[in-house]
T-cell receptor, first 114, second 111 residues
């Protein structure tokens, strides 16, 4: 158990629908990162939050949004879903200071759009 | 535009032999590199890292080598064990503390 909790583990939904993925960071970590891993693709950075504020944005589609709440958990909202959005979505967290050990990842949410 | 490239999607190595996983990067501003290991149905886990001020870092069976002039990293696993079968991601830390990952190399350790 890495300490980063992602729910749900699996999600199957239809095109055009909207889903919310949830992440609880490791205790004490203020930063949350969202990554997408599609077939044959590496881990693509989507967005970072630090203590409730958006810190950095990657290749995140306009149909996707995220937020980090006062208790530091984060949600990734995916709307108007397309078949191509099927992927593994990982959340990671980190503390302050130099990232000598990088981030701690959750076990991911597998999203299947049918 | 892949800033971190792992050109071998997969690699098969005999148990007990050395596994060498390669990685190239394009951004000369990267100054910290990491390797992550990923098993199916799990998230990536940190394996080993190296700062750009070093050219080698060793941790047990795992050694990472960095050649800054060639913008090349390699991960050596000696000796390879069955539990090493996994996907290995090479990654770099950018100036905003964002980790940029390669596409990964799937390592198969053969009995």
């Amino acid at each position: 158990d890495s300490g980063v909790t992602q729910t749900p583990k699996h999600l199957i939904t239809a095109t055009g629908q909207r889903v919310t993925l949830r992440c609880s960071p490791r205790s004490g970590d203020l930063s949350v990162y969202w990554y997408q891993q599609s077939l044959d693709q590496g881990l693509q950075f989507l967005i970072q939050y630090y203590n409730g504020e958006e810190r950095a944005k990657g290749n995140i589609l306009e149909r996707f949004s995220a937020q980090q709440f006062p208790d530091l958990h984060s949600e990734l909202n995916l709307s108007s879903l397309e078949l191509g959005d099927s992927a593994l979505y990982f959340c990671a967290s980190s503390g302050t200071g130099h990232l000598i050990y990088g981030y701690t990842f959750g076990s991911g949410t597998r999203l299947t759009v049918v | 535009d892949q800033q971190v490239k792992q050109n071998s999607p997969s690699l098969s190595v005999q148990e007990g032999r050395i596994s060498i996983l390669n990685c190239d990067y394009t951004n000369s501003m990267f100054d910290y590199f990491l390797w992550y290991k990923k098993y199916p149905a799990e998230g990536p886990t940190f394996l080993i890292s190296i700062s750009s001020i070093k050219d080698k870092n060793e941790d047990g069976r795992f050694t990472v080598f960095l050649n800054k002039s060639a913008k090349h990293l390699s991960l050596h696993i000696v000796p390879s064990q069955p539990g090493d079968s996994a996907v290995y991601f090479c990654a770099a830390l950018d100036r905003d503390d964002k980790i940029i990952f390669g596409k990964g190399t799937r390592l198969h350790i053969l009995p």
